[in-house]
């Protein structure tokens, strides 16, 4: 952070259009050290959930499948069926409703006698209905969990890079300063003193950039999380361990929720293929009706069934049947595509995730110290007349390159960490595992 006497020399010695973005530099690295509450990563997760929309509406959509296959198990409605019969037209007995003996009138009862095992299928297509709206929740919850990480993994590193550039500039100041003595005092050249400004402009120019990447991350993050004003981030996660074992994990991918959401629509096209089946034999349909004649006459009942006439079975029913069919050997496909991708999907992933551990320990052992010292060696040769300010400047460069793409290569590698940490809804693991059970036929 900039000292009240640094700033005040760097004022007298740059324009206020030098100093204001060294301002904004320590203006956004200052949230996290300001506010005393942190949101961790699962707070942040949690969070996401209890706002997620799309969970609430998932949830009705499967109560109104339920309530659609209890109400598919009951037989249709029965019709009432009311009319006159045979009212004469001509003659004596012109529209009389009584006087003919074969005008009557006729109230009756239709019932359709749909076949139980017809009922239970139609009922049981929206029971998988039903599932795969579960399934497709439980994918929506590991997406949630997962962009939220995402999100927050993003604002966590590009705070820790505003950090490191507000320390640069820190030391991009003093050297400022310093240079800019030795000028006075003849020990230095205007041209060490420009330089010296150009580095320090150079670094307030990248935290520019930087303050505009973290706000576009805070946004996404707002957008899970809700605006919390002055909330910084706490809590990094041990990106070395994952809840699943990486040697196994590519190969055992059978619970993957859009896997599962797809198992579900496999198993919603098998059975609509079955209902289309029976849908293909006809259901009969039961009268009986109540006959009221003249006075002089008797009164009478009738009764009847009705049946459909296939008459065209091959160009209708059979070719009904026969697309479903072909729906559900879509949908087995379309899934067993599906889990070949997620297997060598989540194959690569692990293999990068091991590949940026081996890269960040190699450049906190080696090539972090090894910039610093090289940085540390040159100020105290330059201090000491053995090296010039440019070689100075330019490891001073070298070394907040060298940080910021630790940074960068840690980031990308929370970001694999997190895809693959959160390829199943924390929360509902069990439920994971339960929707991939094989459901009876």
């Known amino acids: 952070m900039f000292s009240r006497i640094r700033l005040a020399a760097l004022r007298r010695r740059t324009t206020p259009a030098m100093l204001a973005p060294a301002l904004l530099a320590l203006a956004f690295a200052g949230p996290a050290m300001a506010s005393g509450t942190g949101l961790t990563l699962p707070e942040a997760q949690q969070r996401a959930l209890g706002r997620s929309l799309q969970l609430r509406a998932q949830d009705a959509a499967v109560k109104a499948s339920q309530e659609l296959a209890a109400a598919a198990r009951q037989l249709p409605d029965p019709m009432l069926k009311a009319g006159v019969e045979n009212v004469p037209l001509s003659g004596p007995d012109r529209y009389s409703l009584g006087r003919d003996s074969m005008t009557m009138r006729r109230i009756g009862i239709e019932q359709e006698l749909t076949r139980s095992d017809k009922r239970d299928l139609r009922a049981r297509r929206y029971e998988h209905l039903a599932n795969k709206t579960r399934a497709e929740q439980v994918a929506a919850a590991g997406a949630v969990e997962r962009d939220t990480a995402l999100a927050w993994l993003d604002q966590y590193y590009f705070e820790q890079m505003a950090q490191v550039v507000a320390e640069q500039a820190d030391q991009a100041e003093a050297l400022v300063v310093a240079v800019d003595a030795a000028y006075r005092g003849g020990r230095s050249s205007r041209a060490d003193l420009l330089a010296a400004r150009s580095a320090l402009a150079m670094v307030h ?230 929707l991939n059970k094989p459901e009876a036929p």
């Open 205 to 434: 120019d990248r935290a520019s950039a930087i303050e505009r990447q973290r706000q576009s991350a805070r946004t996404t993050l707002v957008r899970w999380v809700g605006e919390l004003p002055g909330l910084a981030l706490t809590g990094s996660p041990d990106l070395t361990q994952i809840r699943h074992n990486p040697d196994t994990l590519p190969h055992e991918l059978e619970h993957h929720p859009e896997v599962s959401v797809l198992n579900r629509a496999a198993d919603l096209a098998s059975t609509e293929a079955r209902l289309a089946d029976a849908e293909s034999r006809p259901d009969w349909r039961v009268e009986l009706a109540f006959q009221q004649r003249g006075p002089d006459y008797p009164n009478m009942v009738s009764f009847g069934v009705a049946v459909p006439l296939q008459w065209d079975r091959k160009h209708r029913q059979d070719r009904e049947i026969a697309a479903r069919l072909a729906l559900a050997d879509q949908a087995r496909d379309e899934r067993d595509e599906a889990l070949r991708m997620h297997t060598a999907e989540t194959a690569n992933q692990v293999g990068e995730w091991r590949t940026g551990l081996e890269r960040l320990e190699r450049y906190r052992t080696e090539l972090l110290p090894l910039a610093r010292e090289r940085a540390d060696a040159l100020l105290a040769a330059y201090r000491g007349g053995k090296a010039a300010l440019a070689d100075v400047i330019a490891a001073r460069r070298d070394e907040l390159e060298t940080r910021l793409q630790s940074l960068q290569l840690e980031a990308d590698t929370a970001r694999l960490w997190a895809r693959l940490n959160f390829l199943f809804p924390t929360s509902q693991m069990n439920t994971v595992s339960n």
